[in-house]
């Protein structure tokens, strides 16, 4: 059942995921999107990283001390993304996602909800990572552009009597909410509209659907709690000038 499930690598593979970046650049290229170079670089970064990972993960599935240094190392790339992304790779942006994943990934493990095995705890953690990661980039970049083109509406409210962070946040406090519609109607479609990542792969490693369904929902209910923590946190962090201002 599972090799026929399965993507398996051959030309004809390899073939199609070059016709799928050369569809994705072209229509780019078409719409005068100038985002052509970018979408072949993340292309090719993904296949050389992947085939990577793949390689690494064989080795740090057979040890506690390695899985941690990768978890670690996840939440370091995770961190600098959303800085680059911010336009300030610091310490201080990784405090979102931190903060976000730590308690969720904890409660999970602890109450032995999912295996506590590297094989287990790997996948869990950069799903949660990865969350964190898109929802504090959406926030912040979300807010920091609030405060530039309302910067009007900003001084309006410290005239009246607001603090420098209370009128940021006034201004601000939506894009918190903004952040997390990925992650709203990725859970609200679920089993309708998509079968995400997680009750695939749960299915394809032999698990039955019902089994498999209760991961998938493990994963968006925590990822809703990560990705709110990590919007509000992000925002707080921009009203108090620590990112971006």
Do not use: H, K
Not at 80 to 108: E, K, Q, Y
Not at 156 to 167: E, P, Q, T, V, Y
Not at 183 to 207: E, H, I, K, M, N
């Amino acid at each position: 059942m599972s090799s026929q499930a399965t993507v398996t690598l051959s030309v004809t593979y390899a073939v199609v995921l070059a016709v799928l970046v050369c569809v994705a650049v072209t229509v780019a290229v078409v719409a005068r999107l100038d985002i052509g170079r970018p979408l072949v670089v993340a292309s090719v970064r993904a296949v050389v990283q992947l085939a990577a990972i793949s390689l690494l993960v064989i080795a740090v599935l057979r040890s506690w001390g390695l899985t941690a240094v990768f978890v670690a190392s996840m939440l370091t790339i995770a961190a600098f993304t959303s800085g680059g992304r911010l336009g300030r790779r610091s310490p201080v942006v990784a405090l979102p996602i931190l903060a976000g994943v730590a308690p969720v990934l904890a409660l999970v493990l602890l109450s032995r909800t999912v295996p506590t095995t590297p094989i287990a705890v790997v996948p869990i953690a950069g799903i949660l990572i990865g969350g964190a990661m898109t929802a504090t980039s959406l926030a912040g970049r979300r807010a920091l552009e609030t405060l530039r083109t309302r910067r009007g509406e900003f001084e309006a409210a410290l005239a009246l009597g607001f603090s420098d962070r209370d009128a940021a946040l006034e201004l601000c406090r939506p894009s918190a909410s903004e952040a997390l519609v990925p992650a709203l109607d990725q859970t609200r479609t679920v089993g309708l509209v998509t079968l995400p990542g997680a009750f695939v792969g749960v299915l394809l490693g032999g698990a039955s659907p019902v089994e498999a369904g209760a991961a998938q929902l493990l994963v968006l209910v925590g990822l809703l709690a990560v990705e709110t923590i990590a919007a509000v946190l992000t925002v707080e962090l921009v009203a108090r000038g620590a990112i971006g201002r």
